[in-house]
């Protein structure tokens, strides 16, 4: 939650006019509980969607999730209605996700480093040709898995992103 990438993933949306929730998966910072691999977590951000929905009623959500939370965020969100929208920041692409998001028509933002050692491009260039549209890529020349000095890139790409979905008329 306190991580200087979604803390600007928070910035952008907040940017963009949306209302924001950031939180940390049980076991993390002083959440309670310890890591669930993977599936407690999902349950994680299920609670999340619920508050976040019941604050903002009628509001349709986009999913922003870095690294761990991405894979696991991206998961829930491709399944859940509220969810309108997907964003991946550092994705692991040695994952599952080609298999969850193989049929979600959401629209879909991928911004990676080009020097993500966990997200290798060729990998994460596979996952995404092998999902349908509506979708983006962004690659962020020269950075790691946590933007390293390009920070600022990564924030107006994804505000961009969200000021267009909400452009089109699509509350988030």
């Given at each position: 939650?306190?991580?200087?990438?979604?803390?600007?993933?928070a910035k952008?949306?907040?940017?963009?006019?949306?209302?924001?929730?950031?939180f940390?998966?049980?076991?993390?910072?002083?959440?309670?509980?310890?890591?669930?691999e993977?599936?407690?977590?999902?349950?994680?951000v299920?609670?999340?969607?619920?508050?976040l929905t019941?604050?903002?009623p009628?509001?349709?959500?986009?999913?922003?999730?870095?690294?761990?939370?991405?894979?696991?965020?991206?998961?829930?969100g491709a399944?859940?209605?509220?969810?309108?929208?997907?964003?991946?920041?550092?994705?692991?692409?040695d994952s599952?996700?080609s298999?969850?998001l193989?049929?979600?028509?959401?629209?879909?933002?991928?911004?990676?480093?080009?020097?993500?050692?966990?997200?290798?491009?060729a990998?994460?260039?596979a996952?995404?040709?092998?999902?349908?549209?509506?979708?983006?890529?962004?690659?962020?020349?020269?950075?790691d898995?946590?933007?390293?000095?390009k920070?600022?890139?990564v924030?107006?790409?994804?505000?961009?992103?969200?000021?267009?979905?909400?452009?089109?008329?699509?509350?988030?």
């Amino acid at each position: 939650m306190h991580n200087k990438v979604v803390h600007r993933a928070a910035k952008a949306a907040l940017h963009a006019g949306l209302p924001t929730l950031r939180f940390n998966f049980r076991g993390t910072g002083k959440s309670a509980g310890t890591f669930a691999e993977g599936i407690g977590e999902k349950e994680d951000v299920r609670a999340a969607l619920d508050y976040l929905t019941s604050r903002f009623p009628g509001l349709s959500v986009c999913l922003i999730g870095f690294s761990f939370g991405a894979l696991v965020g991206l998961a829930v969100g491709a399944a859940d209605p509220r969810v309108f929208a997907l964003v991946g920041l550092g994705v692991a692409a040695d994952s599952d996700l080609s298999a969850v998001l193989q049929q979600v028509p959401k629209p879909k933002l991928f911004i990676q480093g080009t020097h993500d050692e966990f997200g290798p491009r060729a990998q994460l260039e596979a996952l995404y040709d092998s999902l349908p549209g509506p979708k983006q890529i962004h690659w962020v020349e020269g950075a790691d898995h946590f933007f390293a000095g390009k920070l600022a890139e990564v924030q107006v790409v994804l505000q961009d992103f969200l000021v267009g979905i909400v452009g089109e008329g699509h509350a988030i």
